[in-house]
């Protein structure tokens, strides 16, 4: 089974469109992550977010809008889509405890803007 | 400021050698570092971790060094196989569980 999977795998759009990017976690982990990972590959983090709460935001422009409708499950909504917007976006879960939690990660969503 | 690096972008190596990833991490209250390695169209997979208060740490074919008087952090791969070639990261746990990720170094292995 899947720990932290992701949906869609690929999302192909046109700029100025909103889009939606689901993540679901059967970790039992209470901490999830969004990350952006760019063209040469660096993997930078957007949010986090903790039993439903926001600890980890970054600059990241307020077009993107993290949900999390329970500890399980965290979505990122992208609104007005910019061609910057094209990356990997990389999901992942933690369990918080005394520091130094291992982050799992999901298989990606690949977004377009053209 | 906020940043973990590496040394080399590249590295090829034979199969059945060994080969060693360098990272240099700038935050010296940094506690907690992490290798993670992402093949190609997957998401980064944990490979091995290690806290301040140690030096070296070893895996399955996998050690960790930490020499925390340079900042400096090496990730060894003993007896090299062809899945072991991906893109290999070092990361930094800044606190808060937050990661941040080195540039990344590309792994090949020659047959």
């Known amino acids: 089974d899947t720990a932290v999977s992701q949906t869609p795998k690929y999302l192909v759009t046109q700029m100025g469109n909103d889009k939606s990017i689901k993540c679901e976690q059967n970790?039992?982990?209470?901490?999830m992550y969004w990350y952006k990972q760019d063209s040469k590959k660096f993997l930078k983090i957007m949010f986090s977010y903790n039993n439903k709460e926001l600890i980890i935001n970054e600059t990241v422009p307020n077009r993107f809008s993290p949900k999390s409708p329970d500890k399980a499950h965290l979505n990122l909504h992208i609104n007005s889509l910019e061609l910057g917007d094209s990356a990997v976006y990389f999901c992942?879960?933690?369990?918080?405890?005394?520091?130094?939690?291992?982050?799992?990660f999901g298989p990606g969503t690949r977004l377009l803007v053209l | 400021g906020e940043s973990v690096g590496l040394h080399l972008p590249t590295l090829s190596v034979q199969e059945g050698d060994n080969s060693i990833i360098n990272c240099a991490y700038s935050n010296s209250a940094s506690d907690y570092f992490i290798w993670y390695k992402q093949e190609s169209g997957k998401g980064p997979q944990f490979i091995i971790d290690i806290r301040s208060n140690m030096d070296k740490r070893q895996g399955q074919r996998v050690t960790v060094l930490l020499n925390k008087t340079v900042k400096h952090l090496s990730l060894q791969i003993a007896a090299t196989q062809p899945g072991d070639s991906a893109v290999y990261f070092c990361?930094?746990?800044?606190?808060?569980?937050?990661?941040?990720f080195g540039q990344g170094t590309r792994l090949t292995i020659n047959p």
């Open positions: 990361a930094e746990n800044k606190g808060a569980q937050k990661l941040v």
């Open positions: 970790l039992g982990h209470d901490t």
């Open positions: 992942a879960s933690s369990q918080q405890g005394t520091g130094g939690e291992t982050q799992y």
